[in-house]
């Protein structure tokens, strides 16, 4: 119930194009949904959030489809930059009780120039 | 925000010694986390570390071998003890500021045990 799954494992997208990264989880008690992006040899950088009361955000060219019903939440990239490559975490938690997140396996994500 | 420095960045260390991890956040957090990350992997919480008792251990993790401190809200170490090849990771600190949910990562300390 704790496990929060995510696809694909690596995608390779050219530039201009959209990147999109898809995780689901079974436990209906989390209530904060994170993105995060880690360059290789940094730590993860909040990307963007949401939480379940909306369906969607957008911050720039990152959006956030999340699908209560299905336990489901999206990562969407626009025009996908050579600059975004990178991994890309989702995660989880039980915000309000102060809990840890449980994030996701990652996808590597490639941009083509 | 919050900006969040470790200290060393890497080291690589024989079997059987000790590593002491430091983490130093530039503003008081509510809550302060120690996560490893093998490379090419995912994150795996190790504590909640937290100020002013014993930290809270995830399964699989023990004080005596990951044993952490918090002195204040603003600073955390990390030893990893009698280390073995096993240990070669990265480790990573993070804060959660009171007010919003999100964390904050450094930068990582990459372990190499020989």
């Known amino acids: 119930q704790q496990q929060v799954k995510q696809s694909p494992q690596s995608l390779i997208v050219q530039k201009g194009g959209i990147s999109i990264i898809n995780c689901a989880y079974e436990?209906?008690?989390?209530?904060?949904f994170p993105w995060y992006q880690q360059f290789p040899g940094k730590g993860p950088a909040l990307l963007i959030a949401?939480?379940?009361?909306?369906s969607e955000k957008k911050e720039g060219r990152f959006t956030i489809s999340f699908n209560k019903s299905a336990k489901q939440f999206s990562l969407h990239i626009m025009d996908s930059q050579p600059g975004d490559s990178a991994t890309y975490f989702c995660?989880?938690?039980?915000?309000?009780?102060?809990?840890?997140?449980?994030f996701g396996p990652g996808t590597r994500l490639s941009v083509l120039p | 925000s919050a900006v969040i420095s470790q200290k060393p960045s890497r080291d690589i260390c024989q079997r059987g010694t000790s590593l002491t991890i430091q983490c130093q956040v530039d503003?008081?957090?509510?809550?302060m986390f120690w996560y490893r990350q093998q490379p090419g992997q995912s994150l795996t919480l190790i504590a909640t570390?937290?100020?002013?008792?014993?930290?809270?251990?995830e399964s699989g993790f023990v004080i005596d071998k990951f044993p952490i401190s918090r002195p204040n809200l603003t600073f955390s170490t990390l030893t990893v003890s009698n280390m073995s090849p096993e240990d070669s990771s990265i480790y990573l600190c993070?804060?959660?500021?009171?007010?919003?949910?999100?964390?904050?990562f450094g930068p990582g300390t990459r372990l190499t045990v020989l």
């Open positions: 995660a989880a938690s039980r915000a309000r009780y102060g809990q840890n997140f449980v």
């Open positions: 436990n209906t008690a989390f209530d904060y």
């Open positions: 949401i939480r379940p009361d909306v």
């Open positions: 503003s008081q957090v509510t809550m």
């Open positions: 570390a937290n100020q002013g008792s014993e930290a809270t251990y």
């Open positions: 993070s804060g959660s500021l009171g007010s919003t949910d999100t964390q904050y």
